[in-house]
């Protein structure tokens, strides 16, 4: 089986890397970090949400192309995986240097689960070395989770499980929240008739951040899609917002950690209460019945 240490970063393409920069620093309060390319040969720039070298990533590209980086032991443990993905009929990539150098890692895999997402093992991803900064007024502690979209949930669930050690911590109708430490979930997967991304999140220090955050989001003009809000899975209070090219973010605080390895999974309806023990209602549409 293969080990997830940590969930590393998000890559996400887009047709306006200026637009997503602004967003990035401006709404989401990242810091930028570094940049590559240039508007000729195509451009990434690097945002950084804790101490390590980044996070997020927008580059120049199909919106639609989505990757998440999980980080595993060393390079013996990344040889074994790849080895693993091929018995199992996942063809697998090795990154050139000058990818590694992308992904500012020492090594790297990628392959694809079953609906398609295109996910990175990767070994010593790099740190900064230097305190984030955020660049608006709210106490970011870092990227801490993604949804990901399944065609196939109870198959996918079984793959995530089965060969990438991660367990369920609860589920919500057929999607499963997925833990791979002690965090109740650092992978979500939400039904869909497409692979992909299906939201980004990152953790605040208090529901202090999350209500100014509301009120600034409003005045931004940037759409609230779900909350402020309280998970009754997780137990973490939580604001969704829309950004560029769809995706949706999310701020949350006070994740439950699960402590206890042989805690079993409850199982919750698909239904809004599922989603929210305020009563907010999702517009969300992998939310929604």
């Given amino acids: 089986m293969i080990h997830l240490l940590d969930i ?7 047709r306006d890397v200026l637009g997503a920069t602004r967003y ?10 570094r940049r590559s ?20 990533v927008y580059f120049d590209g199909d919106p639609r192309d989505h990757t998440v980086g999980f980080e595993l032991r060393d390079a013996a443990a990344l040889d074994a995986a790849a080895a693993e993905l091929d018995r199992r009929g996942h063809p697998v990539h090795r990154g050139s240097a000058d990818e590694c150098e992308q992904r500012r890692v020492a090594a790297f895999i990628n392959f694809r689960d079953p609906s398609g997402n295109s996910v990175d093992l990767v070994v010593a991803p790099f740190h900064s070395g230097m305190r984030f900064m955020p660049t608006r007024a709210i106490a970011n502690t870092g990227f801490s989770h993604v949804g990901l979209r399944t ?5 996918d669930e079984a793959f995530w499980t089965g060969v990438l050690s991660a367990k369920v911590s609860d589920r919500i109708g057929a999607a499963p929240l997925l ?24 953790q605040v220090a208090s529901i202090d951040d999350i209500m100014q955050s509301w009120y600034f989001l409003k005045e931004q003009g940037v759409r609230v899609v779900f909350g402020p809000g309280r998970h009754p899975t997780s137990g973490a209070m939580f604001l969704y917002f829309e950004g560029p090219d769809g995706m949706v973010y999310e ?10 390895p ?15 023990m305020w009563g907010a209602k999702p517009d969300i549409p992998e939310f929604r019945s």
């Fill in 262 to 276: 042989q805690e079993q999974p409850r199982q919750f309806p698909f239904a809004p209460s599922s989603f929210c």
């Fill in 179 to 202: 833990r791979i430490d002690e965090v109740h979930h650092k992978i979500a997967l939400f039904p869909s008739t497409f692979a992909g991304v299906q939201h980004v999140n990152h």
């Fill in 151 to 155: 065609t196939d949930p109870v198959r």
């Fill in 251 to 260: 701020y949350s605080s006070g994740v439950r950690m699960v402590t206890d």
């Fill in 37 to 56: 390319g240039n508007a000729r040969n195509g451009q990434a720039v690097y945002f950084r949400s804790d101490q390590r070298d980044h996070t997020l």
């Fill in 24 to 33: 990035a620093t401006a709404i989401l309060g990242l810091q930028e970090g």
């Fill in 8 to 14: 590393s970063y998000v890559r996400l393409g887009t």
